[in-house]
């Protein structure tokens, strides 16, 4: 090990590279290593987890657009389209290429079609790993799909389950 740090938490001496960067501290280091601060933040959240819950579920209940404020959004937004064809053709083009990089060629595309025939109404079919996910992506074949409500869908967006609030 080159220059290694005590843990104040654990007292386990590790090299620098397992301590998170800290410029208030001398040596630029926080105190506990990498694990001590992720079992830290883990318990708080944690303890304060159906208290953050409610917090989040409050602002979004009080910030929600009314009806009206919907209804301007959606004139705004077709009359957007309306006036860029080029840029929707670019989106739909960005799209397709993302859903044919993430089809692997060994997939049952009728099984996935099928699977989109088959959608109830007022659903979407939504991946459970999505396509282009912030840390990780999900691949486009049956076993990564699901039925999801539209409100439920449109909300989730881009991310896993325990990206968003129901």
């Known amino acids: 090990m080159c220059d290694p740090k ?10 620098r590279a397992f ?14 290593c990498k694990d001590c601060t992720r079992a ?5 959240y ?4 159906e208290k953050h819950v409610a917090l989040k579920r409050r602002w979004k209940a009080e910030n929600r657009p009314k009806p009206e404020q919907r209804e301007k959004s959606r004139i705004y937004a077709n009359a957007w389209r309306a006036a860029n064809p080029e840029k929707v053709r670019e ?6 290429t993302v859903l044919r990089r993430a089809t692997p060629p060994w997939v049952d595309m009728r099984a996935i079609k099928t699977f989109y025939a088959n959608r109830p109404p007022g659903h979407h079919v939504d991946h459970i790993e999505p396509l ?15 039925y999801l409500p539209i409100e439920v869908s449109l909300r989730k967006y881009n991310h896993t389950d325990g990206g968003y609030n129901l």
Do not use: E, I, M, Y
């Open 6 to 15: 005590t843990c104040s938490a654990c007292g386990k001496t590790l090299d």
């Open 19 to 32: 301590f998170n960067k800290d410029r208030t501290r001398v040596d630029g280091l926080d105190p506990r």
């Open 40 to 44: 830290a933040c883990r318990a708080v």
């Open 46 to 49: 944690q303890r304060h987890h």
């Open 91 to 96: 989106q739909v083009r960005l799209r397709q």
């Open 132 to 146: 282009q996910g912030k840390d990780r992506s999900g691949l486009h074949v049956p076993w990564n799909l699901q």
